[in-house]
């Protein structure tokens, strides 16, 4: 159960963290395809984050939402890394090189080794995965399109993974440490409404 929590709540923690970051993207993207794009990726990771709090834990006393906290003490710190990011092509990368294949990743490791009674949760991760694997190739096809017309833009693409990259491995990466015990009352996460579209 504590495992649960953890990896469920740090991924919907995730979720929340994107859909406000792309969904602030879009109306100061000058790109019509980039700012559908991120629009999309708003509004998708944002139905994934709440369909991953309906198989939070719910032990007596426990709160769900207080699952759904930051990973690390650090991680706010990366969110907004990741918010000082400046132009398309550096967002792109720093979210489709960094961010979001390592998000796949863990979603997929936890499918993967879920047990027989944890199917529904598997079923979950692996619609969230799927999901967004086809906005991660989407956004890879984009990136690849503006450097194409603009190799300038390679060191901005590059300077910005490494600085999302840097901050997310030294806020503690991307998932939390299984607690000792369930979280107990409401922890403050400023979680966005997924219905609203960015």
Do not use: K, Y
């Not at 994107?18 to 708003?42: D, I, K, N």
């Not at 719910?58 to 709160?63: A, E, F, N």
């Not at 079923?123 to 799927?130: I, K, V, Y």
């Amino acid at each position: 159960m504590l495992e649960l929590g953890a990896a469920l709540g740090s991924g919907a923690w995730w979720c929340d963290q994107l859909f406000t970051v792309a969904g602030g993207w879009v109306p100061e993207t000058p790109e019509a395809t980039v700012r559908a794009h991120l629009a999309e990726l708003s509004r998708v990771v944002g139905e994934h984050g709440v369909a991953l709090r309906r198989h939070l834990p719910r032990p007596t006393g426990t709160d769900p939402e207080s699952w759904v906290t930051p990973p690390h003490p650090g991680s706010p710190g990366m969110v907004e890394a990741l918010v000082a990011v400046d132009g398309s092509t550096a967002r792109l990368a720093s979210l489709h090189r960094v961010l979001v294949p390592r998000l796949l990743v863990a979603w997929e490791a936890h499918r993967t080794g879920a047990s027989q009674a944890d199917r529904g949760v598997a079923r979950t991760l692996g619609h969230a995965h799927d999901d967004v694997a086809q906005l991660w190739h989407e956004g890879e096809g984009l990136l690849q399109a503006a450097l194409g017309a603009d190799p300038e833009g390679i060191r901005a693409a590059a300077s910005a993974s490494e600085a999302v990259e840097t901050a997310l491995v030294a806020s503690g990466g991307l998932l939390a440490s299984p607690p000792d015990e369930p979280p107990t009352g409401n922890a403050p996460n400023l979680r966005p409404r997924p219905s609203r579209s960015p």
